[in-house]
């Protein structure tokens, strides 16, 4: 069982910059994943990151703004979120999969953190 801690999560506000983390247990490589849910609004992908040769994908909603990002001797994934706008407001969610390629569905990751709150006030 992979355990997901995820921390950086805060206050910040519009066009401020929040740098979010991720570290897994274990020493098992995973393709990792950044979703998250705003209130009323169902879980959307944001971001993730290949453990075969570190691709990333982004939804269109945060590219350009966000950047994802690995340390594999720490096991930690990295989401850098600059130009934070209102509706950037969310728990975000770390997750990891088997994949060896990144994916945007939530159904391909196994493993799920606990969730930071993001909160961008304008």
């Known amino acids: 069982q992979v355990q997901l801690v995820e921390s950086g999560g805060g206050l910040v506000q519009a066009g401020g910059s929040l740098r979010l983390s991720c570290t897994s247990s274990?020493?098992?490589?995973?393709?990792m994943g950044w979703f998250r849910q705003a209130p009323g609004k169902a879980r959307e992908f944001a971001a993730s990151?290949?453990?075969?040769?570190?691709?990333?994908k982004y939804a269109d909603s945060v590219k350009g703004r966000f950047t994802i990002s690995r340390d594999n001797a720490k096991n930690t994934v990295y989401l850098q979120m600059n130009s934070l706008k209102p509706e950037d407001t969310a728990v975000y969610y770390c997750?990891?999969?088997?994949?060896?390629?990144?994916?945007?569905?939530?159904?391909?990751?196994?493993?799920w953190g606990q969730g930071t709150q993001v909160t961008v006030s304008s």
């Open positions: 274990g020493r098992a490589l995973y393709s």
């Open positions: 997750a990891a999969s088997y994949l060896p390629a990144t994916s945007t569905s939530g159904a391909d990751f196994s493993f």
């Open positions: 990151i290949s453990r075969s040769d570190g691709t990333t």
